[in-house]
């Protein structure tokens, strides 16, 4: 897949925050991405994997190593 060089938008910069933080206590489910899944996944800062969930598959999202630097360098920014 062609990862996008684009910079995110402020919507997905918040959202990859909240993956982040709830990613840590429980699974972040593409639902609760909406529409920046796309736009996240395409530029490398989530990854997904099928997990079991109260006993059914589910897509869960996690910010993946190039999200969370991407995150540490926007903070200091």
Partial sequence: M????????LRMITKL????EKGNKEPFLAENMKSSLPGLYKR???E???ELVH???LLCIYVS???KKFLVD???N
Avoid: A
């Avoid at 062609?2 to 938008?9: A, D, E, G, I, M």
């Avoid at 925050?17 to 982040?20: A, F, I, Q, S």
């Fill in 44 to 46: 490398g800062l989530v």
């Fill in 65 to 67: 190593d190039l999200g």
């Fill in 48 to 50: 997904t994997r099928m």
């Fill in 55 to 57: 006993d059914k598959k």
């Fill in 17 to 20: 925050r909240e993956c982040l």
């Fill in 2 to 9: 062609k990862v996008s060089n684009r910079p995110p938008t």
């Fill in 74 to 76: 926007e903070s200091q």
